[in-house]
C-alpha cells in the first residue's frame, strides 16, 4: 500500500514538473526592444484648445540583437495590421494628486491611425502598404489650463518605455516591442502646462 502511495505522489510530481506556466511561451511572443518608435510632439507652450500629438511611424524592418538582417514584423507575425500601444493623460488637481483627463473619442484629432479614449489612449499604429511602415498620429485636446503629465506606463513594465503589441491572427507569432522614450522624464512623465 505504502508502495501504491509512493508511486502515485512520484507520478504526481512528474506531472506537475512538467506543467507550462509561461503564457509566452504558450502564446508564441517574441520580445524586441528599439528606440524611439512612439514620440511626443513637443512645444514650448500649450494653450486652452491646443491639442498634444503623440505619433509614430516606424518601418516594418526593425534591427535585432545579435543579427545582421533587419526582422520583418509584418511578415513575422504573418501580416499584423496594426502594433497597439496605451498612454495616459493627467491633470494635477491639487499638490502631488493627479486625475486622468478623458473626452469623447470624436474629440481626438486622428490624422493617422486609430485611437480610443477611456481610462487611458489605446492607441493603432495602423500597417502602410506603400510606404512599409506603421502609423500613428493622434493629438489629443487640452480643455482646461493646468499642469498636465503624459506617460506610457500604464501597461509597460517599465515607466520610461511604451510596449506596443502586435494585433497577430490567433495562430500566428506576437511581437511585443519595448521602445525607449526620449521625451520622458527618470519617472517616465512628460510634464507640460497649459495656459
Same mark, same amino acid.
Given at each position: 500500500?505504502?508502495?501504491?502511495?509512493?508511486?502515485?505522489?512520484l507520478?504526481l510530481s512528474?506531472? $506537475?514538473s512538467?506543467?507550462?506556466?509561461?503564457d509566452?511561451g504558450?502564446?508564441?511572443?517574441l520580445f524586441?526592444? !528599439?528606440?524611439?518608435l =512612439?514620440a +511626443?510632439?513637443t512645444q !514650448?507652450s $500649450?494653450?486652452?484648445?491646443?491639442? +498634444?500629438?503623440?505619433?509614430?511611424? $516606424? !518601418?516594418?524592418?526593425?534591427?535585432?540583437? &545579435?543579427?545582421?538582417? #533587419? /526582422?520583418?514584423?509584418?511578415?513575422t *507575425?504573418?501580416?499584423? #495590421?496594426?502594433y497597439s500601444f496605451?498612454?495616459? %493623460?493627467?491633470?494635477?488637481?491639487s499638490?502631488d494628486?493627479?486625475?486622468?483627463v478623458?473626452?469623447?473619442?470624436?474629440q /481626438?484629432? +486622428?490624422?493617422?491611425g486609430?485611437?480610443?479614449? &477611456?481610462?487611458? =489612449?489605446?492607441?493603432?499604429?495602423?500597417?502602410n502598404a506603400?510606404s512599409? *511602415?506603421?502609423?500613428?498620429? =493622434?493629438?489629443?485636446?487640452?480643455?482646461s489650463t493646468g499642469?498636465?503629465? /503624459?506617460? $506610457? &506606463?500604464y501597461?509597460?513594465?517599465?515607466?520610461t518605455?511604451?510596449?506596443?503589441?502586435?494585433?497577430?491572427?490567433?495562430?500566428?507569432? %506576437?511581437?511585443? %516591442?519595448?521602445?525607449? %522614450?526620449?521625451? =520622458?522624464n527618470?519617472s517616465?512623465?512628460?510634464?507640460?502646462?497649459v495656459?
Amino acid at each position: 500500500m505504502k508502495l501504491l502511495k509512493y508511486t502515485c505522489l512520484l507520478a504526481l510530481s512528474l506531472l $506537475f514538473s512538467n506543467c507550462n506556466t509561461n503564457d509566452d511561451g504558450f502564446y508564441n511572443s517574441l520580445f524586441l526592444d !528599439s528606440s524611439n518608435l =512612439v514620440a +511626443i510632439a513637443t512645444q !514650448s507652450s $500649450f494653450s486652452v484648445g491646443d491639442k +498634444i500629438y503623440v505619433n509614430a511611424n $516606424f !518601418s516594418r524592418y526593425q534591427a535585432e540583437v &545579435g543579427h545582421t538582417e #533587419p /526582422l520583418d514584423i509584418y511578415k513575422t *507575425t504573418g501580416s499584423a #495590421p496594426e502594433y497597439s500601444f496605451s498612454y495616459l %493623460i493627467e491633470k494635477e488637481v491639487s499638490t502631488d494628486v493627479w486625475e486622468v483627463v478623458t473626452v469623447n473619442d470624436s474629440q /481626438l484629432d +486622428i490624422i493617422e491611425g486609430d485611437a480610443q479614449n &477611456g481610462s487611458y =489612449v489605446l492607441g493603432h499604429c495602423i500597417y502602410n502598404a506603400t510606404s512599409e *511602415t506603421y502609423k500613428y498620429n =493622434v493629438g489629443f485636446p487640452l480643455l482646461s489650463t493646468g499642469h498636465y503629465r /503624459l506617460s $506610457f &506606463g500604464y501597461n509597460s513594465s517599465s515607466a520610461t518605455t511604451v510596449e506596443l503589441r502586435s494585433k497577430s491572427a490567433s495562430d500566428q507569432l %506576437i511581437i511585443n %516591442i519595448r521602445s525607449v %522614450i526620449a521625451t =520622458v522624464n527618470s519617472s517616465g512623465y512628460y510634464l507640460f502646462n497649459v495656459n
